[in-house]
């Protein structure tokens, strides 16, 4: 049978039509389902995985987090997200997640809970005793110097760019050289 090209579509789309496996052309009813979104805050933040920085919209409810997509006005990543980035809901709702602050005094075996407010005084405490005791206002030289080689900051990924430069006026102002941001390409 010597069929052209020609044939061959008129042949199919006959085909098709008769064998019912085509398109439909009866009216069809579409049920619009209720976006899981609705009636939540929008927030944007950057993800906390890696140094590239994405942006991500954060939609929250009853205070949970209900939904996390990639932010697409965002300059980095335009809406898309990795694997890491698309999982960030976890971080929240992760049932195993610690939500209070976990303290082993020197020499115990035994984790002990301790509240935000005990925490945060007792690191600043420890950051002055230790600025105190360390601080070195010259150099062997004799050249002023002002600084402390007793601590070091490093900071995360999940910092931005103004979140680095505050840190870094911070650690600057309490004489710290030991300086370095792990979110720098």
Same mark, same amino acid.
């Given at each position: 049978?010597?069929?052209?090209?020609?044939?061959?579509?008129?042949? !199919?789309?006959?085909?098709?039509?008769? =064998?019912?496996?085509? *398109? /439909?052309?009866? $009216?069809? %009813?579409?049920?619009?389902?209720?976006?899981?979104?609705?009636?939540?805050?929008?927030?944007?933040?950057?993800?906390?995985?890696?140094?590239?920085?994405?942006?991500?919209?954060?939609?929250?409810?009853?205070?949970?987090?209900?939904?996390?997509?990639?932010?697409?006005?965002?300059?980095?990543?335009?809406? !898309?997200?990795?694997?890491?980035?698309? =999982?960030?809901?976890? *971080? /929240?709702?992760? $049932?195993? %997640?610690?939500?209070?602050?976990?303290?082993?005094?020197?020499?115990?075996?035994?984790?002990?809970?301790?509240?935000?407010?005990?925490?945060?005084?007792?690191?600043?405490?420890?950051?002055?005793?230790?600025?105190?005791?360390?601080?070195?206002?010259?150099?062997?030289?004799?050249?002023?110097?002002?600084?402390?080689?007793?601590?070091?900051?490093?900071?995360?990924?999940?910092?931005?760019?103004?979140?680095?430069?505050?840190?870094?006026?911070?650690?600057?102002?309490?004489?710290?050289?030991?300086?370095?941001?792990?979110?720098?390409?």
């Amino acid at each position: 049978m010597d069929v052209s090209r020609r044939g061959f579509l008129k042949l !199919s789309g006959a085909t098709l039509a008769a =064998s019912g496996l085509g *398109i /439909s052309l009866s $009216p069809s %009813r579409v049920h619009a389902k209720e976006l899981k979104t609705i009636y939540t805050k929008e927030s944007l933040t950057v993800c906390p995985y890696c140094s590239v920085g994405c942006g991500i919209i954060v939609s929250v409810r009853d205070g949970k987090v209900i939904n996390t997509e990639g932010d697409p006005d965002h300059p980095i990543n335009e809406g !898309s997200l990795c694997s890491k980035g698309q =999982s960030v809901v976890q *971080i /929240s709702n992760n $049932p195993n %997640r610690m939500r209070k602050v976990r303290y082993r005094p020197p020499g115990s075996t035994k984790w002990e809970e301790k509240d935000w407010h005990w925490a945060m005084h007792e690191i600043a405490t420890r950051v002055k005793e230790t600025r105190d005791r360390t601080f070195k206002t010259t150099n062997k030289d004799g050249l002023v110097v002002n600084r402390t080689e007793a601590i070091a900051s490093l900071g995360g990924a999940a910092l931005d760019n103004e979140e680095c430069y505050v840190v870094d006026k911070l650690m600057r102002a309490l004489g710290i050289v030991y300086l370095e941001q792990q979110a720098r390409l």
